[in-house]
């Protein structure tokens, strides 16, 4: 099983090696897509790899030590309707998820790439990109 999660630390849990327990106690894998932690607190999306049961126990870790835990079932969508292909979006995409297809001209969004970074998300002039939670 592979799924992605935001993790909300609060303060009083940025000094202990949570992740890393996930990872000793549960041997559940983990991909760090995008951390903003500091003493106090913050957010971190990652994906974590494992089976379903490990990964259920480590979710009860997490909010045992005050992690505020959500499934990310979609990250992030294109809306087609909205997206008017400025291109704006892929400049700033930082594992290359969205690109211009050379024989349309068109924004192709990879959501297997996507990393649930948000700069899209912040930057699209027409809303086009959302976050998915």
Excluded: W
């Excluded at 957010?43 to 089976?51: F, I």
């Excluded at 992690?67 to 704006?88: A, L, P």
């Amino acid at each position: 099983m592979k799924t992605k999660y935001v993790l909300t630390f609060p303060h009083n849990a940025v000094q202990e090696p949570i992740t890393y327990s996930l990872v000793e106690a549960y041997h559940i894998k983990l991909n760090i897509l995008r951390a903003q932690i500091d003493e106090k607190g913050g957010k971190m999306v990652l994906e974590l790899m494992g089976p379903a049961e490990a990964i259920k126990k480590g979710i009860e870790y997490l909010k045992s030590k005050g992690v505020i835990v959500q499934s990310i079932e979609e990250g992030v969508r294109k809306d087609e309707e909205k997206c008017t292909h400025c291109g704006v979006c892929v400049s700033l995409c930082p594992v290359n998820a969205l690109r211009v297809d050379k024989k349309s001209a068109k924004i192709v969004f990879d959501e297997d790439k996507c990393v649930v970074c948000g700069l899209c998300i912040d930057a699209c002039p027409t809303t086009a990109m959302e976050l998915l939670l």
